[in-house]
């Protein structure tokens, strides 16, 4: 079945698409800016897209973290994962916040966080690494997080060549873990040491015991479930106590990230969403997406197939509160003791490394409308000047109804919905794939706002390839009453307060 | 009753009355269909039966191995019915939630594969869907593998229209509502096609759990899609209900009714009574509400623990040294690494451990004796079993749980000492404060 045509206002002679919303979750620095005119300035004046950034937020992420560690008794660090952050003001944030960490994964992170001012101990160095990415992290002295069993031959060459008599303290990446008690279909992944290959590690770290010594072990892992978290905790920390039976010094267990976050204000218009969807792509009931995508979802057999291209937008839980759901699991092969008291009595430090969590309400992205026409089949369109790379995570879609800022207070009421469309010449340049209900009408120079885009949203896609302007960024902070803001590059924390 | 084989005893399972003082309805009578009184404990032993019926020879002839999605009453099922013929049987399912269940079909002799929930990073070609994992490994060798597949297969509404709906419809001559958990939506689909021969207007209400909580058994609204037996114009209405809830109505069936029910039939009987409320009143006559009594309680004991201890009197221990004040704790006798060195190599204390077993048997102060915390609250409450003439050394991680151990025990003449900043401390210390205390 077609989408249905959707008459503009005034002529309600076809059914509109089935309303529906999906209210943003806003941060209050998100509202308070919303609420000033210093948008529509910012826009005039450094253009159309323009993401803005609340450095600060990040802090106020992180402590929930902090507070889960001090419950549980245990000396817990937090990093910050870079890889999809362009954002110099973020990095030069966490220069000046001791409780958090970076944790990079190129040459070109780990030289922004440093010229950004964070320190070595603050650092580690994670992810496939050539020699140039190697080289700098041993000239700091950082924690190298070894992908790969021959990376220790290669950190001892290096340190050869380049005179560092120290220690390089290293993390073991793991992976693969299997359950005695399950049998897992394991998916496969491309890092990490496999645990079947740890005979090896032992004679290999013996070989360079003046060169390495072994920090301890970390894993990130791809699965929501609990049980198999369970699982990865304990063999770890087999492992790590393996280790110690064989005389080294082991104390840290990075858990890596995955902790999810929150889009959606209100989880029934979440749950509406999904069962409208899935029922619209079953051919039960009304088209609520553009050209009735499923958005990962097929059928088959009049059953949903796939699965989908976007995240949970309604998750219940808070991040630092999924974390205590991990540390109050009982460890099955520890004699049942919860993994919180275990890490807590034997001494070791628990770390992490969340990325949309700490970025969580961090940013918003802003557009002005260009103009407002209609599709071929005559669905209202609203053509923004920005383009989906603008608005990207990996082909994960952001959900969530933008926000209208209109250029004119006396805005007309509007009852049907708009298709957000980009400035890229290309069919379907959709920056929404559902039709969002403003309740008034949009006119061309009105703004539109996306809530929540610095969660890795902002910074994937955007290319100069496609002559279009790279969104500029903005840092945004608020003092008494006053709504501040510096250039993304120019921000520095340490220059915003007076002595 | 002699019966030849177990198969025959599946089915045919009575009504129960629920009494108008534990519903409250004024104009609806309400049953319970006792489904947890099929052998295997549950109403999926029907539809395991029906979905096995048809390929039975087969499947012992050609030495097949049959295989199923599912985490519970469905898998034991099956794994029975399997057993008895000698046919093979594995499940494979997402990750257990409910513990006992399990145990119960490792016990009956089932073979587990369990597969961690879908990736949260994106990932389109997640190997680890059990549906669709199964269905390709039976397709892939058809001869070999039958995949029951309860949520697709037409067996499954079809067992409970050709029985279950049957049984109802002769016990009682009208259904005005047939209130179930969708699971599958076997049962409820099934046994409503059945009823609404008799009566057309038979309003179907399903149930469905809250998103992101769990009731064994029941779906949440947004996962029934994938589902191929649900027909989402069978129902009137859907409701959901979340655990607490369920848990709700099955203490009130077990404790009022006698009916010892599981979750999702107390999920079925408070949704059935939440909803038939709002209509009491408005109902002309007298009208018939049939909900399902889908399985036994006793596998959800760490369900219901976990999320009522107040039941099970958990969370409710008193501390020993509750009558201590705030600053009798901080001021608790303490000796730093230093202090207990000296110690050591004078008048050697007792040492004694009160972390965990575990983390006490992977490392600990040397001589250190093991007391975990809660034992050593439980022994002190009767006696002190420790001498009057040696120093104590309580030892944790951080110093913390001591204190008020070493307080207590200081106040009534031990020579009692918490060990500063703990084991951390400890293993922080200079080599040679170890050194010594080692030799």
């Not at chain 2, 929930?117 to 549906?131: G, H, I, T």
Request: hydrophobic share 40%.
């Amino acid at each position: 079945m077609k989408c249905q045509i959707i008459p503009l206002a005034g002529s309600p002679q076809v059914a509109p698409l089935e309303a529906d919303r999906i209210e943003p979750l806003l941060g209050a620095e998100s509202s308070a800016l919303l609420d000033t005119g210093l948008l529509r300035q910012l826009v005039a004046s450094l253009s159309s897209p323009l993401n803005v950034l609340f450095p600060e937020r990040v802090s106020e992420n992180v402590r929930p973290f902090h507070e889960t560690f001090e419950h549980y008794g245990i000396d817990g660090r937090v990093f910050l994962t870079t890889k999809p952050n362009r954002s110099s003001s973020i990095v030069r944030e966490i220069a000046c916040s001791p409780t958090i960490g970076v944790d990079v994964s190129s040459e070109g992170s780990l030289a922004a966080a440093l010229s950004a001012g964070v320190p070595p101990s603050r650092i580690e160095a994670t992810g496939p690494k050539d020699q140039g990415y190697l080289s700098l992290a041993l000239l700091q002295g950082i924690v190298i997080n070894v992908d790969d069993i021959a990376e220790i031959d290669l950190i001892c060459a290096l340190k050869k060549k380049l005179g560092i008599a120290e220690k390089t303290q290293i993390l073991v990446r793991l992976s693969g873990f299997k359950s005695p008690r399950n049998a897992f279909a394991v998916s496969d992944g491309t890092f990490g040491v496999s645990i079947d290959s740890i005979p090896d590690l032992w004679p290999k770290l013996h070989a360079h015991t003046h060169e390495v010594s072994l920090l301890g072990f970390s894993y990130h892992l791809n699965t929501d479930s609990i049980e198999y978290r369970v699982l990865a905790l304990e063999q770890t920390l087999s492992i790590l106590f393996a280790a110690k039976q064989r005389g080294y010094t082991p104390r840290v267990v990075n858990i890596g990230g995955g902790f999810r976050i929150r889009y959606a204000k209100n989880t029934y218009e979440w749950e509406n969403f999904i069962v409208r969807l899935k029922g619209s792509i079953t051919g039960q009931g009304k088209a609520c997406t553009w050209n009735r995508s499923g958005l990962g979802f097929s059928t088959e057999n009049g059953r949903i197939k796939g699965s989908p291209r976007f995240m949970d937008h309604a998750e219940p839980l808070p991040p630092a509160d999924q974390l205590c759901a991990l540390l109050r699991q009982e460890l099955p092969s520890f004699s049942a003791v919860p993994a919180g008291r275990l890490l807590s009595e034997s001494v070791l430090e628990l770390w992490i490394e969340p990325g949309r969590a700490l970025l969580d309400q961090v940013g918003l992205t802003v557009a002005e409308v260009l103009s407002v026409r209609r599709s071929e089949q005559g669905h209202p369109l609203v053509v923004l000047r920005m383009n989906r790379s603008n608005l990207n995570a990996f082909e994960l879609t952001l959900l969530t109804d933008p926000i209208l800022l209109p250029r004119k207070f006396s805005a007309e009421p509007c009852d049907h919905g708009y298709f957000l469309t980009g400035n890229l010449c290309v069919a379907n340049e959709l920056l929404t794939p559902r039709s969002i209900h403003f309740g008034q009408r949009v006119a061309p120079g009105d703004l539109i706002a996306f809530a929540n885009t610095a969660p890795y949203i902002m910074d994937f896609a955007e290319s100069p390839t496609l002559h279009q302007p790279v969104a500029r960024k903005v840092a945004v902070w608020f003092r008494e009453h006053e709504t501040k803001w510096a250039l993304d590059e120019e921000y520095r924390p340490y220059l915003k307060e007076e002595l | 009753m002699i019966a030849s084989s177990i198969h025959e005893l599946i089915g045919n399972t009575p009504l129960l009355e629920i009494p108008a003082s534990v519903h409250g309805l004024r104009n609806v009578r309400l049953y319970a269909k006792l489904e947890l009184l099929n052998p295997f404990g549950s109403i999926k032993d029907r539809i395991a039966k029906a979905m096995l019926a048809p390929h039975r020879e087969r499947l012992q002839q050609e030495n097949a191995v049959v295989v199923e999605n599912s985490s519970g009453n469905t898998a034991k099922a099956l794994q029975a019915l399997c057993s008895i013929d000698g046919i093979p049987f594995s499940l494979v399912s997402g990750l257990t939630r409910v513990k006992e269940q399990k145990d119960i079909l490792r016990l009956m002799g089932a073979s587990i594969e369990e597969v961690p929930n879908a990736s949260d990073c994106f990932d389109p070609n997640d190997p680890n869907d059990p549906q669709y994992a199964l269905e390709r490994r039976a397709a892939e060798s058809p001869n070999q593998v039958f995949f029951t597949s309860q949520f697709t297969n037409r067996d499954n509404p079809r067992a409970h229209a050709e029985t279950t709906g049957i049984e109802i419809g002769a016990d009682l001559p009208r259904v005005d509502f047939l209130i179930a958990g969708v699971g599958t939506a076997g049962s409820s689909c099934g046994t409503a096609d059945t009823l609404r021969l008799a009566n057309s207007e038979l309003k179907l209400i399903g149930l469905t759990a809250r998103r992101h909580d769990f009731i064994p058994g029941i779906r949440s609204a947004e996962e029934l899609w994938e589902n191929g037996v649900f027909r989402r114009d069978a129902y009137h209405q859907l409701l959901s209900v979340s655990s607490r809830d369920a848990i709700e109505g099955m203490v009130t069936l077990i404790r009022r009714c006698g009916i010892p029910a599981g979750p999702s039939s107390g999920a079925n009987f408070y949704g059935a009574v939440e909803y038939l409320r709002t209509i009491d009143t408005e109902l002309a006559r007298q009208h018939t509400a049939v909900l399902f009594a889908c399985d036994r309680m006793e596998s959800y004991i760490s369900y219901v623990k976990e999320r009522r201890p107040d039941i099970f009197g958990l969370e409710s221990r008193g501390k020993l040294w509750h009558d201590l004040e705030e600053e009798e704790i901080s001021e608790a006798p303490a000796v730093n690494a230093l202090q207990l060195r000296t110690l050591i190599r004078d008048r050697p204390p007792l040492i004694i451990d009160t972390r965990s077993t575990v983390a006490y048997s992977l490392e600990h102060l040397p001589e250190a004796l093991n007391y975990p915390l809660e034992d050593l609250q439980r022994i002190l409450q009767t006696s002190v079993p420790f001498p009057r003439e040696r120093a104590i050394v309580f030892v944790c991680q951080h110093g913390v749980f001591t204190r008020p151990v070493a307080a207590y025990l200081a106040k009534r003449g031990f020579e009692a000492f918490s060990l500063e900043g703990g084991y951390r401390a400890w293993l922080n210390a200079p080599e040679a404060v170890k050194f010594v205390a080692n030799t």
